[in-house]
């Protein structure tokens, strides 16, 4: 089956400096991904929705310059944490779905980064 | 967002059937009914999906009402390793086509 990856799992990083997370899709072609962030005992938040080659969308409330997404091929999108603090720690998931456009198709989740900012 | 309602917890014992309820009443003719769950620590894993039929696949059976303003997913023997965090999820034709995320149902699995 289609397999998406994530990395870094887990990241600790100080305050005011900044992260990347990756998402890659193995083996199928990403026109779309997603990035989700979760707190503890909560449900995913969608941040933002990205398609190859153009700006991502962001959901109300995420603000765009702190959380840089780049998606500039079909296998590889990547989540920026500008400036972290420690209310960024959270449970960040990203997904992708291999045709746009279609409602049918099931989505396919990384393994989430757990981000800690001390 | 989220169109769905679910109960917040279930539990059921092992090698029992288990039958997740979820509510859509404002669904519209062209959402797809899409059910994921979550592990610990994991990010969602895809269950199942159907648009007007029952559904079946080796991992849950999805049971749809006729007016669609339901669903049911069907795990037939629950194991320990299904205990996880059940989302329901309607998946618009229109727009982005991306997933909204409801509270979903905790699912314990009882030895």
């Known amino acids: 089956g289609a397999v998406v990856s994530q990395h870094p799992s887990r990241v600790i990083c100080k305050s005011g400096t900044s992260v990347k997370i990756e998402c890659r899709s193995l083996d199928f072609q990403a026109t779309t991904m997603f990035w989700y962030r979760q707190f503890p005992k909560q449900s995913l938040m969608l941040m933002a929705t990205s398609n190859e080659g153009s700006k991502a969308t962001y959901e109300q409330g995420v603000e765009k310059d702190k959380f840089l997404i780049n998606h500039a091929s079909l296998t590889l999108s990547t989540l920026t944490v500008t400036s972290a603090h420690p209310e960024d720690s959270s449970f960040y998931i990203c997904s992708a779905s291999e045709v746009r456009g279609t409602s049918n198709e099931k989505l396919f989740f990384g393994s989430g980064t757990q981000l800690s900012v001390l | 967002d989220a169109k769905t309602t679910q109960p917040n917890s279930m539990e059921s014992n092992e090698e029992e059937p288990v039958h997740l309820p979820c509510n859509h009443s404002t669904i519209s003719g062209t959402d797809y009914i899409h059910w994921y769950r979550q592990l610990p620590s994991q990010g969602p894993e895809y269950v199942i999906h159907?648009?007007?039929s029952n559904v079946n696949n080796r991992m849950a059976s999805l049971a749809i009402a006729e007016d669609r303003k339901s669903s049911t997913l069907i795990l037939h023997r629950a194991t320990l390793r299904d205990a996880a965090v059940y989302y329901c999820i309607l998946r618009e034709r229109t727009g982005a086509n991306n997933l909204f995320f409801g509270t979903g149902t905790r699912l314990t699995v009882i030895p």
């Open positions: 159907g648009l007007t």
